[in-house]
């Protein structure tokens, strides 16, 4: 299905489609190492954040959560991208997952781990840590639920501030995922696309 609302380029956007571009293309997701571009070579926004601009307000707000749980949370980097894949494959997000296949590449996660989550399995983690995390996520990816044991884990691994984090992480991406089918015309009977091999390749 072809995306719904075409990309704006810069020039095109008015004051406060602006400043919502200037804080995705020039805050946190911007510095470091660019894994994955966040515009085209126009500079039009790709994947969920072009919708952003749709609403200015909401937008702004949506991409500050994003930026959030992305640099400012306590979960580890491995913890956190494998986390958003979770959503990626539960959603059959295929900008999500391509997206964060190439970030969790450069966190350290391997290819069996990324085999396990595109099928929507706990990967074989050695860290206790990482375990109570992921079957966490994947019980709010499932069910949007807990129990009490699921949570009493989480807790005693990261925390209330990292369980809220978490939660927050998932409902986040799970939010993208949507906008992505209704604005970008991702099919939700479409598959994720498969990883890449150690060496980068497909």
């Not at 200037?22 to 660019?34: D, P």
């Not at 494959?89 to 295929?94: F, G, K, M, Y």
């Amino acid at each position: 299905m072809p995306a719904r609302i075409a990309g704006r380029l810069p020039g095109e956007l008015d004051e406060q489609q602006a400043e919502v571009y200037r804080a995705i293309t020039g805050g946190a997701r911007a510095t470091g190492r660019q894994v994955f571009p966040l515009t085209d070579q126009e500079g039009r926004l790709r994947g969920p954040f072009n919708a952003m601009l749709l609403s200015p307000p909401v937008g702004m707000a949506v991409q500050e959560v994003g930026a959030a749980v992305r640099y400012a949370s306590v979960l580890t980097d491995r913890v956190r991208e494998m986390a958003i894949l979770v959503v990626a494959a539960h959603w059959n997000s295929t900008f999500e997952w391509e997206a964060h296949e190439a970030v969790g590449r450069t966190c350290g996660l391997t290819d069996s781990e990324l085999n396990a989550l595109r099928a929507g399995a706990l990967p074989a983690l050695s860290d206790p840590a990482e375990r109570a995390a992921l079957r966490a996520a994947l019980a709010l990816a499932r069910a949007g639920v807990l129990n009490d044991r699921q949570y009493h884990h989480a807790v005693a691994e990261w925390g209330e501030r990292g369980l809220f984090e978490l939660t927050s992480l998932v409902g986040y991406y799970a939010l993208l995922a949507l906008q992505l089918r209704v604005f970008a015309g991702e099919e939700p009977d479409g598959s994720c696309a498969p990883p890449q091999t150690e060496s980068g390749t497909r």
